[in-house]
């Protein structure tokens, strides 16, 4: 079973509407969470990240929320606009030694005109 | 400003050829990765290096072999391509655990095997 769940698996979005993506995880013990961007034919940049003691984290029009408590994170998009079309990958990173880290499936989002 | 490179950005091989897929990354990283990513699967970890000289299993080696004589490089091997090893790989590094584990990724090569 995947460590780090993501869903929806895709969405369609019309531009300009807000969408709110989201990862739930089971890795222990955790050190941090990051949302990575990837367009298309492109490698995967990270968009933010999330450490154990940060609720909410904002970068431009993404807003990245973490509960420690239950294992979830969610990425909203606010005023999508056509760039956004991409898909979304949660990482989270194991505590300890050797960058451990458990990858999501990736949340595919297409905006349209 | 180029970051982590990948060559060749594609390839075509037939069953049983063998390749090496170059990475070169210039922001004098210790940690050096080999993923591929497949649809449905998610990015699943080949091997990776922590250090110029050293090299370690990941998720699924198998079919793979690295190497990593420099530090600034890392060499991913197929001996015997087969049609499973279809997949876009992609490279990465980080500087370890300062940074809380960044990935910096290429922009993939795409190997299709026939």
């Known amino acids: 079973k995947n460590q780090v769940e993501q869903s929806p698996q895709s969405l369609i979005i019309l531009e300009g509407k807000n969408c709110t993506l989201q990862?739930?995880?089971?890795?222990?013990?955790?050190?941090?969470l990051r949302w990575y961007k990837q367009d298309t034919g492109r490698g995967p940049v990270s968009l933010t990240i999330?450490?154990?003691?940060?609720n909410t984290k904002s970068n431009g029009r993404y807003t990245a929320t973490l509960d420690a408590d239950t294992k979830q994170s969610s990425l909203h998009i606010t005023a999508s606009q056509l760039s956004d079309s991409a898909s979304y990958i949660c990482?989270?990173?194991?505590?300890?030694?050797?960058?451990?880290?458990?990858f999501g499936k990736g949340n595919q989002v297409v905006v349209i005109p | 400003n180029a970051g982590v490179t990948q060559t060749p950005k594609f390839r075509v091989l037939k069953t049983g050829q063998s390749m090496t897929l170059l990475c070169a990354q210039d922001?004098?990283?210790?940690?050096m990765y080999w993923y591929r990513q497949d649809p449905g699967m998610g990015l699943r970890l080949i091997h990776y290096?922590?250090?110029?000289?050293?090299?370690a299993k990941g998720e699924v080696p198998d079919g793979y072999n690295v190497s990593r004589l420099k530090k600034q490089n890392f060499l991913l091997g197929l001996e015997s391509a087969a049609p499973s090893q279809t997949s876009v790989y992609f490279c990465?590094?980080?500087?370890?655990?300062?940074?809380?584990?960044?990935?910096?990724f290429g922009e993939g090569s795409r190997l299709t095997v026939l």
């Open positions: 990465a590094s980080s500087s370890g655990q300062v940074d809380f584990g960044e990935l910096f």
């Open positions: 990862c739930n995880y089971t890795v222990s013990p955790f050190s941090n």
């Open positions: 999330m450490t154990f003691s940060e």
């Open positions: 990482v989270v990173k194991v505590d300890g030694g050797n960058n451990r880290l458990a």
């Open positions: 922001m004098n990283h210790e940690y």
């Open positions: 290096s922590v250090g110029e000289g050293t090299t």
